[in-house]
């Protein structure tokens, strides 16, 4: 847990209650009417643009909570909503396990499970798929603050256990998502039986990189999201629009940066032979494709090349915490992305890490 950032947790806390926009509006009313009382020509005016302003979020407040309320009624969870820690984390499970391990998505960024509905379908006609929301996304309730990657990783194998699901486990993550199940895999390997990490995020790019404002801006982004959707400045209904998706990924952004990483570092990174023999599939891009944008901020050719090396080696970081690792390259012309541009190859890898496992422990 990080040490500092109290005050900031317990905003995005409170942020996080899609009626919290309510008291908020009552309090800028109460406060303009207070101006109001004042007697003051000039603060008789002023009140009366606090008081407008507090009823326009008033009704922006009322107008979120409807259609929350809206998408919330039109239908349930489509899986199971299981006890973690005194919360519920929704669980999708389909396909049958047979003599073979359960494969576990783990979407990028901190999006819910169903960003992977696609590869989970396409799983499910072979072996046991699972998809997990993670507090703060999908069908879950919004978790404890703040969000970590270390806290995740234990809530992940709770909530598979919660559910009934059986070890071992196929761990699959996607960037953000792929540092999330390594450490799961680091902390519980008594459930895992292989991991399959898709261009997953290598933390020496955030310690180390060269200046890049993507992430932070980011962060940015997820809470000024939050705040217009308090205040009903969005089209969303339901799930789509609570305040706290975005909080939980502002929070565990929150990491994702020099400062944070040193308070977390200990916790989330899996150093070299973490995790000893466990079999780990690494699929990843052959170049920065799609990374052309982060290499144009170089000032000139030899800054370009170098960050081009560190890119590259960075993002073959994790084949060292496992002697049983392995490299699989994508298909020619494809970024960070291509688990959504090639959803077959990405079933055929961990198809084929399963079968492995079955031959290995029949």
């Known amino acids: 847990m990080r040490r500092n950032g109290r005050v900031a947790d317990a905003l995005l806390a409170s942020l996080s209650r899609d009626w919290a926009g309510v008291p908020v509006a009552v309090l800028v009313v109460g406060v303009g009417v207070g101006l109001v009382g004042g007697g003051a020509g000039w603060l008789v005016a002023l009140g009366c643009l606090v008081v407008t302003v507090g009823v326009v979020l008033a009704v922006g407040a009322v107008r979120h909570l409807v259609l929350v309320g809206r998408g919330a009624g039109a239908g349930g969870a489509p899986g199971r909503l299981v006890g973690v820690g005194g919360r519920r984390m929704h669980v999708l499970a389909e396909g049958v396990a047979g003599d073979g391990p359960t494969v576990v998505w783990m979407p990028g960024g ?30 879950s309730d919004v978790g404890p603050f703040p969000r970590t990657t270390a806290a995740e990783a234990e809530e992940l194998v709770a909530a598979l256990e919660a559910a009934g699901e059986r070890a071992p486990y196929v761990f699959v993550g996607h960037s953000f998502g792929g540092l999330l199940v390594a450490n799961a895999a680091r902390r519980r390997p008594d459930v895992v039986a292989g991991l399959v990490l898709l261009d997953p995020t ?116 994790y084949l060292a915490a496992s002697t049983a690792s392995r490299v699989v390259h994508t298909p020619t012309g494809t970024g960070h992305d291509f688990p959504t541009e090639e959803p077959g190859f990405v079933v055929g890898v961990v198809s084929d890490l399963v079968s492995e496992l079955r031959t290995l422990s029949p």
């Not at 999006?111 to 929301?133: K, N, W």
């Open 110 to 139: 901190h999006a819910p499970g169903e960003e992977f509905g696609q590869l989970h379908a396409m799983m499910a006609a072979r072996t046991r798929s699972v998809l997990v929301d993670r507090f703060g996304s999908g069908w």
């Open 202 to 317: 290598p933390l020496e790019v955030i310690a180390f990189a060269p200046p890049n404002r993507l992430v932070a801006g980011m962060r940015r982004e997820f809470l000024l999201t939050a705040v217009r959707h308090l205040f009903g400045v969005h089209r969303g209904r339901g799930r789509d629009s609570r305040t706290g998706q975005y909080c939980a990924a502002a929070s565990i952004f929150a990491e994702l940066s020099p400062v944070g990483l040193a308070e977390v570092g200990w916790e989330t990174v899996v150093y070299d032979g973490d995790l000893g023999d466990l079999p780990l599939v690494l699929v990843i891009p052959r170049d920065l494709t799609g990374g052309e944008t982060v290499l144009a901020a170089a000032g000139d050719a030899a800054e370009t090349e170098r960050m081009a090396r560190f890119y590259l080696g960075a993002r073959t970081r």
